[in-house]
């Protein structure tokens, strides 16, 4: 994987941006999650201040990685089209105050640093998007579902042979 680094404070005081395009595949943690590692993310990240004078990047990434359905067990296209707010503290507890003055629960406050890798960045923001247990709106074959519901023997039916008159 290309490593984009950045210093990510110096990166939203000079109003940065950058952008690409990186394959699934080139992503280890995200591929894992994907039925394959086929597809695409499009990514950008453009630095700034907030209006209380904090660092901040806007996060976008958008894409089409294969999941498989929790139901039917295919693979199925899923869309992720995600943008977020990030602020940068300096340290844990900076970044605790940041989070107490701004209390907005769309934003995340994380740890900035001097050598930061955006890559990173990209591939935890389309995990985040990801659903949690991910699902065809509507099964295109539940034949194999279907099959292994009628083939699972009930627990009681050896129970029935041990019955005696």
Not at 43 to 71: D, H, I, N, Y
Not at 72 to 79: E, I
Not at 130 to 137: A, D, R, V
Request: hydrophobic share 35%; glycine share 6%.
């Amino acid at each position: 994987m290309n490593a984009f680094e950045i210093d990510a404070f110096e990166f939203c005081r000079t109003n940065s941006s950058k952008e690409g395009v990186t394959p699934v595949a080139e992503m280890t943690r995200l591929s894992k999650e994907c039925a394959n590692t086929s597809g695409e993310l499009a990514w950008k990240v453009e630095g700034g201040s907030s209006k209380q004078g904090f660092p901040q990047m806007r996060l976008t990434v958008a894409g089409k990685v294969q999941l498989v359905c929790q139901r039917c067990l295919t693979p199925f296209d899923y869309d992720i089209d995600s943008s977020t707010l990030l602020m940068l503290g300096k340290d844990d507890e900076d970044a605790d105050e940041i989070e107490e003055i701004i209390d907005d629960e769309s934003i995340d406050v994380i740890v900035g640093a001097r050598s930061m890798n955006l890559m990173d960045l990209v591939e935890d923001e389309a995990l985040l998007a990801l659903p949690q247990s991910p699902k065809h709106e509507v099964c295109p074959d539940t034949s194999l579902v279907d099959s292994a519901k009628n083939e699972k023997a009930s627990p009681f039916a050896g129970l029935k042979g041990l019955k005696t008159n």
